[in-house]
């Protein structure tokens, strides 16, 4: 079989599409799917300004995600409602700042991605921050789920839950990166939610939940290219369309 | 008797608040303490500082190479997430780098069935999901025992069992209690010495000295009027 650059994109999608189910399971125990959401959409105006002076889109989502990372890193500190308040304006500045900066003949891709074949360098790269994402989830696992439970508890056992949080936004922050230029910023949180919401739906034990979700997410990617190929339509919309439908589906199982 | 903690004017303000205002009080090795007060006493925040998890000013002097498990008062995550009580427990023995011996050991102390230990922890009963978090804290053998209202959320014979569990605990392992508890009867029957908590510490020693119902009157309101006439059981 012979490597081309669409083989590279279709091969980086899915396994970005792995990392997301696992990030996303995560997100969605800690309930931080609005955060999550605003990480997404902080990397809008990073995205504009990279297009206005043409420089690579993934280098500019890539600061203004950094930088988004630990805005929310110190809001998260406190719970108040005037933290809900600033991530709600941060929100909504984001986008319409990103908006207002990006060009007219970019903003589709920006704010809803795109199908797009990948050189060496760029595929590896994405590899890359697959391995790094799945890697920390796999060996943070026990302390995530512990630091999410109970801080306190976490914390008696020894684990410092201040830096653990930062960690895992910074991997959160990687994965939308890696899954932006195929989902867009506005869609990209999507694959980190709703197959999680399916997993969690589906299952009753934690590795069960990690599994489901995961495979959800490689579901959703690998139908979304199949069908937006055949039917010549927009991608991340495609992808996001099916991971909802497959939600649906698996409401229809009732949990005991 | 050698002290395991001794706290001098502990002092904690959260946001120009003072949540807690000198606090003096020692333990000793062995020895179970409750922490009572009303609502907003500062009695959580009385056991986070005792864990060095929030600022404060004043000494907290924990014995060298005191370990301590902690009973949290609810949990942060949602409880009917996909998560089990085994799930919780192999990720806190991991964490600690235990083997799979020891938390069958603390599972057979506690009492938790293999069934219990495979339920979702949502669908556990309150009983049994407050058996797990006692286990948790057991987990990598800890000297000390703080519990948060371990007893808040349960019916009066689940909260029994619980208190019955916690002071065998104590009996058979020589673990030092500190509870955070509203349930008066528990203080007079179990505890050797108790903390009356309103921002400031207004009493601290033998609960059949300390708690008269002058002291219950000045720590709750004027219409507060329970008081205990039996002598100690323990």
């Known amino acids: 079989m012979q490597i081309t650059p669409e083989l590279y994109s279709v091969v980086l999608a899915l396994a970005v599409a792995l990392a997301a189910g696992l990030v996303g399971s995560f997100a969605l125990m800690k309930r931080m799917s609005l955060a999550g959401d605003v990480i997404s959409h902080v990397a809008l105006p990073g995205l504009g300004i990279a297009f206005l002076i043409h420089a690579n889109p993934l280098i500019g989502g890539g600061i203004a995600l950094f930088l988004g990372t630990l805005l929310i890193w110190q809001l998260q500190k406190s719970s108040t409602l005037s933290t809900e308040t600033a991530i709600g304006v941060i929100f909504v500045a984001s986008v319409a700042i990103g908006t207002l900066l990006t060009p007219e003949e970019d903003l589709i891709e920006a704010l809803f991605g795109g199908f797009a074949p990948l050189d060496t360098m760029g595929f590896l790269l994405g590899l890359g921050a697959v391995i790094v994402i799945v890697s920390f989830i796999l060996s943070f696992r026990d302390e995530l789920i512990l630091a999410l439970f109970s801080p306190e508890l976490a914390a008696t056992s020894g684990i410092n839950v201040n830096r653990l949080n930062l960690q895992y936004l910074l991997v959160f922050s990687l994965t939308i990166l890696a899954a932006l230029q195929f989902l867009g910023a506005l869609l990209v949180g999507a694959l980190l939610i709703v197959p999680a919401a399916i997993g969690r739906q589906l299952t009753h034990t934690l590795g069960a939940f990690l599994i489901t979700s995961a495979a959800a997410s490689v579901l959703s990617v690998g139908l979304g290219l199949l069908t937006s190929h055949l039917h010549h339509l927009a991608l991340g919309p495609t992808i996001v369309s099916i991971a909802s439908l497959l939600f649906v589906l698996s409401l229809l199982k009732k949990k005991k | ?234």
Not at chain 2, 124 to 152: H, M
Not at chain 2, 166 to 173: S, V
């Open chain 2, 1 to 234: 008797m050698q002290s395991i903690l001794s706290v001098k004017n502990l002092n904690v303000s959260l946001e120009d608040n003072k949540i807690l205002e000198d606090i003096s009080f020692s333990l000793e090795a062995g020895e179970s303490m409750a922490v009572i007060g009303p609502n907003g006493s500062g009695k959580t925040v009385l056991l986070k500082s005792l864990l060095d998890l929030i600022p404060y000013s004043g000494q907290v002097k924990w014995a060298k190479n005191v370990k301590i498990g902690y009973v949290p008062q609810k949990i942060d995550a949602d409880r009917h997430l996909p998560i089990t009580l085994l799930d919780l427990l192999e990720a806190k023995m991991r964490t600690l780098h235990l083997v799979q011996s020891d938390c069958r050991e603390v599972c057979r102390i506690i009492g938790l069935t293999a069934n219990a230990l495979k339920t979702p922890v949502g669908h556990l009963s309150g009983g049994q999901f407050q058996k797990g978090l006692i286990a948790l804290a057991l987990l990598g053998n800890p000297g000390v025992l703080l519990l948060d209202e371990p007893t808040a959320s349960l019916d009066q014979s689940s909260e029994e069992h619980i208190y019955e569990l916690i002071y065998r605990l104590q009996e058979q392992y020589r673990l030092t209690i500190i509870i955070v508890s509203h349930d008066l009867s528990m203080v007079y029957q179990h505890v050797d010495k108790v903390l009356c908590l309103n921002k400031e510490g207004l009493c601290f020693g033998d609960p059949h000295d300390v708690l008269d119902p002058k002291m219950l009157k000045k720590l709750f309101g004027t219409s507060f009027e329970y008081y205990h006439h039996a002598h100690k059981t323990k």
